[in-house]
Nanobody
């Protein structure tokens, strides 16, 4: 069974840093685009950053210059390095991975369970 698991969230003071991890496990041929999203109720889920299979990264304006998305192909893991954190970055962060499964040879979009990031003094 293919799964996506996020980790690395926590409580940090304004100006601090955190690194989130998104690990894909199971039988897959490939990981295509991976995106980090966040949701702070009552707001809708917001796309924060994406990285393509070729390594091209994109960011929402509010995090550009502060966040960096990267990946380790050998570990099937995508990271979100978050620097200069602000209270408005507080949210549950979710990872979405588009993968091609071995079992079905089809592409699927998979979501993780989310990890809480709280920025507060």
């Amino acid at each position: 069974q293919v799964q996506v698991v996020e980790s690395g969230g926590g409580l940090v003071q304004p100006g601090g840093s955190l690194r989130l991890s998104c690990a894909v496990s199971g039988s897959i041929f490939s990981i295509n685009t991976v995106g980090w999203y966040r949701q702070a109720p009552p707001n809708a889920r917001e796309l924060v950053a994406t990285i393509t299979r070729g390594g091209v990264a994109t960011y929402v304006d509010s995090v550009r210059g502060r966040f960096a998305i990267s990946k380790d192909g050998a570990k099937n893991t995508v990271y979100l390095q978050m620097n200069s954190l602000k209270p408005e970055d507080t949210a549950v962060y979710f990872c979405n991975a588009n993968v091609r499964e071995v079992l079905t040879s089809r592409e699927r979009d998979l979501w993780g369970q989310g990890t809480q990031v709280t920025v507060s003094s």
